[in-house]
């Protein structure tokens, strides 16, 4: 006879996209032309952009928007399955 585990409830902060978002969104501040400039945020060898921290914070942005989809395919997904798991106890 074999148990399945329990299936953890997804939680927002284990998902990877809002941590890219957040570093991004620190990087972009950092970036502010009144904070650090262009300077502090870019490549060693990248060629001088104008406004480099709107690229980091359009990116911040972006990737807040995975976490939102991606989490919230997760949370339907962990409900649908829950829903088949009691919906198959209360059969037996």
Known sequence: MSRKKNLPKPAWFKNT????????????????????????IRDPGQKHETNLYILYLVASVVMLLNGV????????????DLALKTDSNDTN
């Open 17 to 40: 996209y809002f941590w890219i978002s957040l570093v991004l969104l620190i990087l972009g501040i950092w970036g502010l032309p009144f904070i650090g400039g262009d300077k502090v």
């Open 69 to 80: 989809l991606s989490h919230r395919q997760t949370v339907q997904q962990y409900e649908e």
